[in-house]
């Protein structure tokens, strides 16, 4: 069974305070990787798709790395309007099906 | 590009009586749809999987009597919640995968949905 765990589940920053947050997943062969911000009462907003281990992609002050066990999403200098929950899904290879299974995200608050 | 709508955004309605949830993909074509529902601080249950002219295919405890879904062109899906009751309210999210390229591994969201039946 896919499983996606998230850590920490909450992250307090102060504005600038660059930090990580950590998606660890098994799966029996990864067809992607995805990352997405969630807003209270709003749908999850796209961020990243990553397919293979050594991966990296940048957005402004995010960045995404994947290995063959986990990812990461390095925060640069964060500000305040990053706050947000992040959420992490997974695509499993083979199949017709294009299921995710989510990780339960990590809410990242960050003050001024 | 990558743009999903819902509507309503809210909808509140009387015990007993059917809702309607619309999902469009405004600038591309999805050719499979999807229906979350999201409880407070939880994150996202997958409820069914549609492709576009073929029949809703449902996860294990959902009632495809309760919870109908239409997809029936390549940017409108649809879900009606019949008969619904207090334990239907929800947050309701779709989503949608593209053709190809750009838009065919990844899942775009709608805003979602708050659903209160009182």
């Known amino acids: 069974e896919d499983q996606v765990t998230q850590s920490p589940e909450a992250l307090r920053l102060q504005e600038g305070e660059s930090s990580s947050l950590n998606c660890s997943y098994t799966v029996s062969g990864l067809r992607g990787l995805f990352w997405y911000r969630q807003d209270p009462g709003k749908g999850p907003e796209f961020l990243f798709t990553l397919y293979s281990a050594g991966e990296e992609k940048e957005k402004e002050r995010l960045k995404a790395t994947l290995t063959k066990k986990e990812s990461f999403l390095h925060i640069t200098a964060p500000k305040p309007e990053d706050s947000a929950t992040y959420l992490c899904?997974?695509?499993?290879?083979?199949?017709?099906?294009?299921?995710?299974?989510f990780g339960k995200g990590t809410l990242l608050t960050v003050n001024p | 590009g990558a743009v999903v709508s819902q509507h309503p955004s809210w909808v509140i309605c009387k015990s007993g009586t059917s809702v309607k949830i619309e999902c469009r993909s405004l600038d591309f074509q999805a050719t499979t749809m999807f229906w979350y529902r999201q409880f407070p601080k939880q994150s996202l249950m997958l409820m069914a999987t549609s492709n576009e002219g073929s029949k809703a295919t449902y996860e294990q405890g959902v009632e495809k009597d309760k919870f109908l879904i239409n997809h029936a062109s390549l940017t409108l899906s649809t879900l009606t919640v019949t008969s619904a009751h207090p334990e239907d309210s929800s947050f309701y999210i779709c989503?949608?995968?593209?053709?190809?390229?750009?838009?065919?591994?990844?899942?775009?969201f709608g805003p979602g949905t708050r659903l209160l039946v009182l």
């Open positions: 989503s949608a995968k593209g053709i190809a390229g750009l838009y065919q591994e990844t899942q775009y």
């Open positions: 899904a997974v695509l499993a290879a083979g199949g017709s099906n294009y299921k995710l299974t």
